[in-house]
């Protein structure tokens, strides 16, 4: 049989793809985090307890309400940012001139109790969410074979991230938000409403975490932990792209998605530990991240 560097490419390919689907959940949520964290200063430890939300909105309206993937891809992601937009308002906006360890306890405490209730109605064990019948059956490339729910995910997941960086680093919108957290007395004084524009941002941010969760629902059971195992491997991605930074988040996503497929064929006990080895070389080397900053 034909090998590449004496694995055959089926095997090296599918875990390239498991690798970068994974990667591109990386890359949604810790978007997410980088938007809130680089334009509101808030180390949102709720972002996967906000993911989970997400799948559980997505399958509370297929199973209630008999609304499908598609629509809830927009419901979702509406529905989430908006209890995100009340948070802001009741929680966050207070906390926005303390020191970031405030702001990761409250959140942190937020996501216990958001998950601890969802425990609570659902237990542990994973809720079924079947892929609508657009995203069924696979191409056969030759080396390896694409399914077309995965292929989806990748590309689904690539739009939103170029298009959120584009809007944020390239139009008038993302220059008002990137002034509002430089000088909002300023900004204000143009007569631009920097508090609604703020828990907007916030909303947002939290909205990106509920898009990937509907994403997730088909591919993962839909269960109260399934943001519990990724935050912190998220948190790792961020840090290594360098805190706040847009572009760094997304590319380091995708990156680091590829190398723990990599990692899972040359040496797969070393796949679960490779991100995090990964991290503590660079804030060795480069402690504001690939992409971030030096203060």
């Not at 008999?66 to 992601?77: D, E, K, S």
């Not at 995910?153 to 220059?175: D, P, Q, Y």
Request: charged share 5%.
């Amino acid at each position: 049989m034909f090998e590449l560097i004496g694995i055959p490419p089926q095997a090296l390919f599918g875990q390239l793809l498991l690798g970068l689907i994974n990667g591109s959940f990386y890359a949604v949520l810790s978007l997410g985090l980088a938007v809130i964290f680089g334009l509101l200063n808030i180390i949102n430890f709720t972002h996967g307890a906000q993911y989970m939300l997400g799948a559980f909105v997505a399958w509370m309206l297929l199973n209630y309400l008999g609304i499908g993937y598609w629509w809830a891809l927009l419901l979702a992601p509406l529905t989430v940012g908006l209890l995100g937009v009340v948070m802001e308002r009741l929680f966050i906006r207070r906390l926005y001139h303390l020191d970031h360890l405030y702001g990761l306890l409250l959140t942190f405490g937020l996501a216990l109790i958001i998950t601890g209730i969802f425990k609570q109605q659902f237990g542990v064990s994973g809720l079924p969410y079947s892929a609508p019948a657009l995203l069924s059956g696979g191409y056969n490339l030759g080396f390896m074979y694409l399914p077309v729910s995965r292929a989806w995910v990748i590309l689904a997941s690539a739009i939103v991230c170029f298009g959120t960086w584009f809007v944020i680093e390239k139009t008038r919108l993302g220059a008002y938000l990137r002034a509002a957290t430089e000088n909002p007395t300023l900004v204000g004084a143009f007569g631009i409403n920097v508090p609604l524009l703020i828990t907007a941002t916030y909303g947002f941010g939290v909205a990106l975490a509920a898009f990937a969760g509907v994403l997730a629902a088909p591919i993962y059971s839909v269960n109260p932990i399934m943001g519990e195992n990724l935050i912190i491997v998220v948190f790792a991605v961020v840090v290594i792209g360098g805190m706040g930074s847009i572009l760094g988040s997304i590319i380091t996503g995708f990156g680091l998605g590829l190398v723990e497929g990599l990692t899972r064929v040359f040496y797969p006990e070393g796949s679960a530990v490779v991100v995090f080895v990964i991290m503590a070389i660079v804030l060795l080397v480069k402690p504001a991240g690939l992409f971030g900053r030096e203060i």
